[in-house]
């Protein structure tokens, strides 16, 4: 069966500071992966999406950026945060474009 | 206008109650739609997906009506385990676009 890693699961980090988080998957080959963030009492936002390694497709201008090293490694990062980071950020996967699995999430505050 | 919309919400019922959580999406080129759960502070997990003729799922039944473009979840004889944030979301353009989500308290 697949499964779905996030590290970490909480972050604490200072404003200024860089980012990396990272998400693995198993059990699956090229899967969709994907990258949301969840601000405090708000909805999941799309950040980006990899349909394979390499290939990165951006949602929204920001701070952030991601990259797909190996086929079921996906990487969030930054290279120096801002308060407004600060949220729930969620890997999920997906076979094709059809229902998306998420992982635990890592909760991140940027101080 | 949002691309999804829930009930603002929340939504508090006695358990034992019938609680019906209505979406609208703005897309009528939309492919799929799916209701997912998420339970305070954890990630959302996939409740059901949703289908032109109606599906039901135990105590569970979703509603799609593609004309108003419109969906809809009910659920039937509420459990106190039932209490979660209910989030409507929908595919196209093989992204999906997730509602704000309807929380339900469910009390003894």
């Known amino acids: 069966s697949q499964t779905i890693h996030q590290w970490p699961a909480t972050l604490v980090q200072p404003v200024g500071s860089p980012l990396s988080l990272e998400c693995t998957v198993e059990g699956t080959s090229n899967p969709n992966l994907y990258w949301y963030r969840q601000a405090a009492g708000r909805g999941l936002q799309l950040l980006f999406y990899s349909v394979g390694i390499g290939q990165i497709s951006s949602e929204v201008p920001q701070n952030l950026s991601a990259s797909r090293p190996q086929d079921r490694q996906f990487i969030l990062s930054s290279k120096k945060l801002l308060l407004s980071d600060s949220g729930f950020y969620l890997c999920?996967?997906?076979?094709?474009?059809?229902?998306?699995?998420f992982g635990p999430g890592t909760r991140l505050t940027v101080l | 206008r949002k691309e999804v919309e829930q009930d603002p919400g929340p939504f508090n019922v006695p358990e034992g109650a019938t609680v019906a959580f209505n979406c609208t999406y703005s897309?009528?080129?939309?492919?799929?739609f799916f209701w997912y759960r998420q339970d305070c502070r954890k990630e959302p997990k996939l409740l059901m997906s949703?289908?032109?003729s109606g599906n039901e799922d135990g105590r569970f039944t979703a509603q799609l009506n593609r004309a108003s473009q419109y969906i809809s979840l009910l659920i039937r004889d509420s459990k106190l385990s039932d209490s979660a944030t209910y989030l409507c979301?929908?595919?196209?353009?093989?992204?999906?676009?997730f509602g704000q989500g309807t929380e339900l308290s469910v009390k003894p």
């Open positions: 897309n009528s080129a939309s492919q799929s």
């Open positions: 999920a996967w997906a076979v094709v474009a059809d229902t998306q699995y």
């Open positions: 949703v289908y032109s």
């Open positions: 979301v929908v595919r196209g353009g093989g992204k999906l676009i």
